[in-house]
């Protein structure tokens, strides 16, 4: 299997919450993370929640980098979801913790747009039974919920 994609989840516990709460600085922040990584900045926005709370996106040629804080319980959810080889989402990630002085971070990893690689395996000039099923196209029959 192949991935389009790759998409960090990254927690962030125990983050100073002024900064949570400053729109300006969580832009500044965010986009200097994108910048860090290497990224191609095409497009921002960020919005001021009342009484608190941030929500934006950097968007990137290579996909984007969201955030949502709240400054309340010094949370704030970030994800960098980049596409092709050439950032360093760690790095980004690195800053983020760094700059929201977050005290218990948490990273989690995810492959994005998993798609089969161009040429089922062949034993013996024969397509296996695996590799039917993996590249048995279908509905599924249930969503299923990964936590």
Known sequence: MHALG??????????????LGDVKRVEEIMVAAAKIAKATIVGVHFHQFSPFGVSGVVVIAESHLAIHTWPEHAYAAVDIFTCGETLNSELAAQHLVEKF???QPSLMELKRGLIPDSKPAKVSGKVTKEAKEVFAYGRPKQLQVVS
């Open 6 to 19: 790759r998409h960090l989840v990254l927690e962030l516990n125990g983050c100073n919450p002024k900064l």
């Open 101 to 103: 002085q977050s005290r």
